[in-house]
């Protein structure tokens, strides 16, 4: 069974400048969700996903961050125009609820964004 | 306000010893439990989890956790660490329905002496 995969798995970029990061869950999992990690700190959730509608996008910055998940599947998050603080790497994780009640979330390798 | 403290920045276990790692929340219920591990450039791996029923549950790679409701904690541990086990391991708390997002600890540092 393949995993959740990420890409770019590295970026850097200048402030006010733009990026995206692109997120392909497992295969039939329903739920998606995207963390932010700050070195030094646990994961934070941005957003999740059920299917392709937003469930929890409470911490995520919606003047500088978006999100989508088109068709239920593959996700992309934007940042726009990026801040120095958004330096972090930023992890996708999947999970099969709501057809299974196993909680687990299986996370990708993340992406790493530098901001100078 | 929900929470998971990792009171252990960093620590380190001379090769073969026990270890544990300790991990206390704050939530408003008996949550459900994770603890992650995290190696240099991975993803986040599952390592075990509660959620109900034996307060002891082992893992994967010969790590246990006790879940201590009175003291809310729920401490990871292993009883001979190999040099592999050096990484970074997070602590997490969901709430008991299945989907929702994790709040985790900030992590504690594993090194291996040899």
């Known amino acids: 069974e393949a995993g959740v995969a990420q890409s770019p798995r590295y970026k850097i970029i200048e402030k006010r400048q733009s990026v995206a990061f692109w997120c392909n869950p497992i295969?039939?999992?329903?739920?998606l969700y995207w963390y932010q990690q700050i070195l030094g700190q646990g994961p934070k959730l941005l957003i999740q996903f059920q299917n392709n509608g937003v469930v929890d996008d409470s911490q995520l910055p919606k003047d500088r961050f978006s999100a989508e998940r088109l068709k239920g599947v593959d996700s992309t998050l934007k940042i726009q125009p990026a801040k120095l603080e958004d330096s972090a790497v930023y992890l996708c994780?999947?999970?099969?609820?709501?057809?299974?009640?196993?909680?687990?979330?299986?996370f990708g390798p993340g992406t790493r964004l530098t901001v100078t | 306000a929900q929470s998971v403290t990792q009171p252990d920045i960093h620590i380190t276990v001379s090769e073969g010893a026990s270890l544990e790692l300790r991990c206390n929340y704050s939530y408003g219920a008996t949550p459900y439990l994770f603890w992650y591990v995290q190696s240099p450039g991975q993803g986040l791996q599952l390592l075990l989890k509660?959620?109900?029923?034996?307060?002891l549950v082992q893992g994967i790679k010969g790590f246990e956790a006790e879940f201590k409701r009175s003291q809310s904690s729920f401490n990871l541990r292993k009883p001979s660490v190999h040099w592999s086990d050096a990484a970074e391991y997070f602590c997490?708390?969901?709430?008991?329905?299945?989907?929702?997002?994790?709040?985790f600890g900030k992590g504690t540092t594993l090194s291996v002496s040899s």
């Open positions: 509660y959620f109900s029923g034996d307060t």
């Open positions: 997490a708390v969901g709430a008991p329905q299945a989907g929702t997002a994790l709040i």
């Open positions: 295969s039939g999992h329903a739920t």
């Open positions: 994780a999947s999970s099969l609820v709501p057809a299974s009640r196993t909680y687990e979330q299986y």
